[in-house]
């Protein structure tokens, strides 16, 4: 049964076990977790094709886990299935090399926006950009080898950073323009100056963090060289519909609704930011 409550389902919703409420912010979590359930509909997510089989409904459960708003809900949840879910955050997640992970797990307070981790066999793992902290995840990610190496590609998504950063001492690597003293990276342990690029302290040649001021003043983003990955944070947002080879075919953009600095910069830096570099950009939205 639904639970009684404002949290009802929104008449989009395809009749079943899983549906989306009113407080959706369309951010798209549930769509990169389970496009089979999934899509977008009168301007915020919704339940169109109902999970018939247990890998669908575990791949919904993740979308239910990972809702930065928990606006998504399953009025009967398979204690197997669910710890399947939490078990398979964070999710492999397809690059040139495997080691690359998507967090799930999206936070609010960073509007939903995505985090990875990137699992390096020398100078220890990087996490770029923060997803909601949960017990659970932290214990899939020391299963992983933990995190050494906080990257933060600039102010908005560093929502959870000491909590991150403490539970696992990790380093928080951000450029000292974007750190401040109200969310407290002006105490990150790694403030970078200039305009780069640079290296992880560790010196490792597998990494390269690149200065990419537009979205917002000193805005990074990160390129894993081992898997031909750039990771954008909001520097370069993705469509939802993907090309037929990804990202990397050209459908990547930037969004002048959401610049705090200048567009200009941010338009002139895209698409020549990823061409020759890597074969595929992972940011931290995707548009619709």
Not at 129 to 150: H, Q, Y
Not at 164 to 179: C, D, L, N, P, Y
Not at 266 to 283: D, E, M, N, Y
Request: hydrophobic share 40%; proline share 8%.
């Amino acid at each position: 049964m639904i639970p009684p409550g404002p949290l009802l389902p929104i008449i989009q919703n395809a009749p079943g076990n899983f549906y989306v409420d009113h407080t959706c912010i369309d951010c798209a979590t549930c769509r990169w977790v389970a496009p089979g359930s999934f899509k977008h509909v009168d301007g915020q997510a919704a339940v169109t094709s109902q999970p018939l089989d247990a890998a669908a409904r575990i791949e919904a459960l993740q979308a239910v886990l990972s809702c930065p708003t928990f606006s998504i809900h399953a009025t009967h949840r398979d204690p197997a299935e669910l710890k399947a879910a939490q078990a398979g955050l964070p999710r492999p997640w397809p690059t040139a090399a495997p080691g690359v992970y998507y967090c799930g797990w999206h936070s609010e307070e960073t509007f939903g926006g995505a985090s990875w981790l990137i699992v390096r066999p020398e100078g220890g793992n990087v996490m770029v950009d923060c997803p909601r902290f949960n017990p659970v995840l932290a214990k899939r990610i020391a299963e992983l080898g933990g995190v050494k190496w906080l990257f933060l590609t600039h102010r908005d998504d560093v929502a959870g950073h000491q909590r991150w950063a403490s539970h696992f001492g990790a380093s928080r690597v951000i450029h000292e323009r974007e750190a401040t003293a109200r969310q407290g990276t002006d105490a990150s342990e790694v403030q970078l100056t200039g305009t780069g690029p640079w290296t992880l302290p560790d010196g490792g040649d597998d990494v390269q963090i690149i200065h990419t001021p537009g979205h917002t003043s000193h805005h990074l983003c990160l390129l894993s060289r081992p898997h031909e990955a750039l990771f954008t944070g909001d520097h370069l947002c993705a469509h939802e519909e993907p090309a037929p080879g990804g990202v990397e075919e050209g459908r990547v953009e930037v969004s002048s609704q959401f610049n705090w600095y200048s567009f200009e910069k941010q338009v002139g830096g895209g698409h020549s930011l990823v061409k020759g570099r890597c074969t595929a950009a992972w940011p931290a939205f995707w548009l619709w």
